[in-house]
């Protein structure tokens, strides 16, 4: 499915700060550092209506622990990627 552009949206924010606050509880053990990146982050700028999520962990043995901890029905976890990208892992909320 192609989703179309829309004008900037406040309750961007408003979800990414939701999504954060399930993020931090579930990894509270690693500290994690939760950013909203990509266009949805920008004030004022049209975009898709995705939220894009970074998180950063302070040990790369710690990306391990990501997809266990955040095992959820709504999450899914693409391990495909970690070949291609051993520094990161790909999940999809």
């Known amino acids: 499915m192609i989703l179309p552009f829309e004008p900037h949206d406040p309750k961007w924010k408003k979800q990414f700060e939701s999504i954060k606050l399930e993020l931090q509880f579930l990894l509270k053990p690693l500290n994690p550092?939760?950013?909203?990146?990509?266009?949805?982050?920008?004030?004022?700028?049209?975009?898709?209506?995705?939220?894009?999520?970074?998180?950063?962990?302070?040990?790369?043995?710690?990306?391990?622990?990501?997809?266990?901890l955040l095992k959820l029905p709504n999450i899914v976890y693409y391990e495909k990627y970690n070949q291609d990208w051993p520094e990161r892992r790909f999940l999809y909320y």
Do not use: F, M, R, Y
């Open 33 to 68: 550092q939760i950013d909203h990146i990509g266009s949805t982050a920008v004030e004022g700028l049209s975009a898709k209506p995705i939220i894009d999520i970074q998180i950063g962990v302070e040990n790369e043995t710690d990306l391990d622990w990501l997809p266990g």
